[in-house]
């Protein structure tokens, strides 16, 4: 396959996953055609970055989720959306989820070898990188995500509120 191919199967990928965690919540249905784009985009995002460019999972996480917060403040205003409503499930496909898998794998490997002192360094250090790894990833999904309330407050909070007066 090509370099695009894999980008829009992603990001395609993404886009239904976004969906599925989006009905959970019940949003609007207006809401679910943005949920799928920016999921498409932050996640197709993420996989070229970490993918042709060498970039790190938590990196490459703060880039995607930050497209994804930004859209969401752009995108809230075109459905009359929080922002919270789009970029959530948007977000949820990229939680590094083998990677934590593997950490909770680690750490229940390591407690069964307490007799077997080189097996229990091994799967000690695999708990904590993949430990590490994976809170890493979901700490700049977090921030990532919710930089836009803190750079622009007034358009996060004002999407669904009607404009009574001038500034």
């Keep these: 396959m090509t370099?695009?191919?894999?980008?829009?199967?992603?990001?395609?990928?993404?886009a239904i996953a976004g969906i599925g965690f989006g009905a959970i919540s019940r949003p609007p249905r207006r809401a679910f055609k943005y949920i799928a784009l920016l999921a498409a985009l932050g996640h197709a995002l993420r996989y070229s970055l970490m993918t042709y460019f060498g970039f790190d999972i938590s990196?490459?996480?703060l880039c995607a989720s930050s497209l994804i917060g930004f859209g969401s403040l752009w995108l809230g205003k075109k459905c009359y959306c929080p922002i919270t409503v789009l970029y959530i499930p948007a977000l949820l496909p990229m939680i590094p989820g083998?990677?934590?898998?593997?950490?909770?794998?680690?750490?229940l490997m390591f407690l069964q070898t307490m007799d077997e002192p080189v097996e229990r360094a091994?799967?000690?250090?695999?708990?904590?990188?993949?430990?590490?790894?994976?809170?890493?990833?979901?700490f700049m999904l977090a921030v990532g995500a919710t930089l836009p309330i803190f750079l622009f407050p007034k358009h996060a909070s004002s999407l669904t509120r009607r404009k009574l007066y001038k500034d």
């Excluded at 083998?98 to 750490?107: D, E, H, R």
């Design 122 to 138: 091994k799967y000690l250090e695999l708990f904590f990188t993949n430990g590490l790894v994976s809170s890493t990833a979901i």
């Design 59 to 61: 990196t490459a996480s």
């Design 98 to 107: 083998k990677i934590a898998y593997n950490a909770i794998f680690s750490l």
């Design 3 to 14: 370099m695009v191919s894999d980008i829009v199967i992603d990001g395609f990928f993404a």
